[in-house]
């Protein structure tokens, strides 16, 4: 049995979702396919990267992830197959899949142009259905990866903004806001050591326009309820909350908002990319 994750920006009122899962089974009966998410923001190909390779690395090895998030459907945008050490990722080449891939380490990316693994129509605006769907069917069936096409090597990445340090502030902006509307950004918690921050510290933190002082915490109910604390989230990344509240409708933050931290002066420097969450570090 092949296991299959899906993720994308298609939500759950139209039949998309149910359309793919159904050529995928009509592929392999056989398949079990788990749901990411598919409440990614309407063509928002940087958060769906995030989730994308939030989610990935639990999964066990030999997993493919089928990734839509499109809004380049029917241009020449290539749909690609990713080989990495661990798994498979299959979608669209511009940037949804490489940073999953990546920190899998990348193996081998094909372009699929085998019609004999697509449906044998293809729609102008739904590529997830009739080529992502059965070449992931395909591929759990044991096709092998280079019989979908050519091999290639110049991929798509997304762009994500560098958290820097300036004149004794991190800036770096939110990459995720989740159901609880925490705010994830981009800056590793590194960077409290160089604001001379630990736990319990008192720092000022602007999202936007809005500004306040946020306690730095280690769990949630440490901060009164509906009090804004800051805090290292599951994703290895420094992430503004309110402890059983709403941090996005508190500081009107959104995906790509600015976010300024700060407490004490401190010397200009680049933060390491927010890709290696876990080992992320302000380089001096």
């Known amino acids: 049995m092949k296991l299959v994750t899906l993720t994308t920006d298609f939500g759950l009122r139209d039949p998309y979702v149910a359309e793919m899962k159904a050529v995928m089974l009509g592929i392999n009966p056989d398949l079990r396919?788990?749901?990411?998410?598919?409440?990614?923001d309407r063509f928002d190909v940087r958060m769906g990267s995030f989730v994308l390779a939030s989610a990935a690395k639990f999964f066990p090895p030999g997993t493919i992830h089928?990734?839509?998030?499109?809004?380049?459907?029917?241009?020449?945008?290539?749909?690609?197959?990713?080989?990495t050490r661990r798994g498979y990722y299959v979608g669209p080449d511009n940037g949804l899949l490489t940073l999953a891939a990546r920190r899998d380490e990348l193996v081998r990316t094909y372009h699929i142009t085998n019609p004999k693994l697509?449906?044998?129509?293809?729609?102008?605006t739904f590529h997830g259905r009739d080529i992502f769907a059965p070449a992931a069917a395909y591929l759990s069936?044991?096709?092998?990866?280079?019989?979908?096409?050519?091999?290639?090597s110049d991929l798509a990445s997304p762009t994500f903004a560098?958290?820097?340090?300036?004149?004794?502030?991190?800036?770096?902006?939110?990459?995720?806001v989740d159901n609880f509307g925490n705010l994830t950004t981009n800056i590793p918690p590194s960077a409290l050591d160089w604001l001379g921050a630990q736990t319990s510290a008192l720092l000022r933190v602007k999202v936007g326009a809005v500004r306040r002082k946020l306690v730095v915490a280690s769990a949630y109910a440490e901060i009164p309820r509906r009090k804004a604390?800051?805090?290292?989230?599951?994703?290895?990344?420094?992430?503004?909350?309110?402890?059983?509240?709403?941090?996005?409708?508190?500081?009107?933050?959104?995906?790509?908002?600015?976010?300024?931290?700060s407490r004490a002066q401190s010397p200009t420097r680049p933060c390491q990319s927010w890709s290696e969450p876990s080992t992320a570090r302000l380089r001096r």
């Open 66 to 83: 089928v990734g839509v998030v499109d809004p380049g459907v029917g241009t020449p945008r290539r749909p690609i197959l990713i080989e």
């Open 162 to 176: 560098e958290p820097e340090l300036l004149r004794g502030k991190v800036v770096g902006e939110i990459l995720h």
């Open 141 to 152: 069936r044991g096709v092998l990866p280079f019989e979908f096409g050519e091999q290639i």
């Open 118 to 124: 697509m449906l044998p129509q293809i729609s102008h």
């Open 229 to 261: 604390l800051l805090i290292e989230g599951s994703a290895g990344l420094l992430e503004i909350s309110v402890n059983q509240g709403n941090a996005a409708r508190l500081f009107r933050g959104k995906t790509g908002s600015r976010v300024e931290i």
């Open 33 to 40: 396919i788990v749901d990411i998410s598919h409440q990614i």
